[in-house]
């Protein structure tokens, strides 16, 4: 028999998620299959400090793992860069394997990365539903709210719209989350990771609940000066000989601008295609730098465009473009008291959004 204490560890289970991992073969070591997987343990009996470094590390790891990229991920974590390297290489070591393939200035999860993901969304939800539950049992609107979107319409409404509620209520820590493909934001909404999320309309999903948001227009921006600034109109065969910068394939923006295309007959891959990029931001700089042109949100150049420093020109061919956005969050989830909450704040924005 194992004592940490007076604490009997010979039927110790490490638990993930719903179901136990696997008993722990000596006092400090998780067996699985033959494999040995080291786990830090911090049993007291006085309450004080009664943490683990475990979860701090899962939840550097899983954002290391959602970035591929340690320093977006010490950016959403809130964290520097070395610290977020360091406690990966030191969780590597703990655990004798690598969870990351390093590839220049691209990393790339291992196979017992990808294991570990799998494991730690869960672990780490059954923490979020005890923090939840707790809240939930005092009442309080307080701690955690974290919201996705994979808007750039909505990435430009919700930072004022999050911090308006944090300022009501002090005692919530909000996060928000970009997504650069609507479906991975439905997966991490359905893995407990985020509270809710503004998406383009979710067809065929009877796991989520949608609420209108707000509607937008994609249009066509193009830099401020030289040849662009007396040419408040491109035609369609004209857009067709002019640089193009796109959205990655698989954002709603970019899928919208496909429709609107196939609708004259016509490809993205009839264009002359010189830049993808990620986030809607980055298209701003580079069309303000003259670099070419780019169908966005009109919301979310609106501040550049009073400024001056993008137009915008119609293409008489593709009409106007409209897209639209909802709230999404989990039909079989009860929501944090918190979540409710912010749920009815953004109800409440939404008459004033538009």
């Known amino acids: 028999m194992g004592l940490i204490g007076n604490f009997d560890t010979s039927n110790l289970i490490v638990m993930c998620g719903a179901a136990p991992i696997a008993r722990l073969a000596s006092p400090g070591i998780v067996a699985r299959t033959g494999v040995m997987i080291p786990v830090r343990l911090t049993l007291r009996q006085s309450t004080d400090n009664l943490t683990s470094m475990d979860l701090i590390q899962l939840e550097i790891f899983c954002g290391v793992f959602r970035e591929r990229s340690f320093s977006r991920a010490a950016e959403t974590l809130g964290l520097t860069q070395p610290t977020v390297s360091t406690r990966i290489k030191e969780f590597e070591e703990e655990l004798g394997t690598a969870l ?9 999860p291992t196979e017992a990365g990808r294991f570990l993901y799998d494991q730690a969304v869960s672990l780490l939800a059954q923490r ?17 709210l974290v919201v996705g979107t994979g808007s ?56 989520v609940v949608s609420e209108p948001f707000c509607g937008d227009e994609l249009v066509l921006i193009t830099p401020p000066g ?5 040419r408040p109109t491109i035609h369609l065969a004209e857009l067709k000989g002019l640089p193009l ?5 698989g954002s709603a923006t970019r899928a919208s601008l496909e429709q609107a295309l196939a609708k004259n007959r016509t490809r993205l891959a009839d264009f002359k295609v010189v830049a993808q990029f990620g986030r809607t931001t980055a298209i701003k700089d580079v069309v303000a730098q003259g670099y070419g042109v780019a169908f966005v ?15 915008i020109a119609s293409v008489p061919e593709l009409g106007k473009i409209m897209l639209s ?8 989830r009860e929501l944090s008291p918190t979540a ?7 109800r409440q924005a939404v008459a004033s959004v538009d």
């Open 297 to 311: 949100s009109r919301r979310a150049v609106a501040t550049e465009v009073e400024a001056g420093s993008l137009r």
């Open 325 to 332: 956005f909802n709230i999404v969050y989990q039909r079989r």
């Open 340 to 346: 409710r909450a912010f749920l009815e704040h953004l």
């Open 152 to 207: 750039a319409a909505a990435e430009c409404l919700l930072p004022g719209i999050l911090m308006s509620f944090q300022e009501s209520h002090p005692s919530v820590s909000v996060e928000l989350r970009f997504f650069g493909d609507g479906v991975k934001a439905l997966d991490e909404l359905r893995s407990e990771g985020m509270d809710l999320a503004v998406l383009p309309p979710v067809e065929g999903r009877d796991d």
């Open 100 to 108: 990351f393939s390093r590839l220049g200035r691209e990393i790339e």
């Open 226 to 230: 030289g040849q662009w600034k007396d």
């Open 128 to 144: 979020r539903r005890l923090e939840e539950g707790m809240t939930s049992f005092l009442n309080r609107v307080e701690g955690p």
């Open 245 to 249: 910068i796109t959205l990655l394939a």
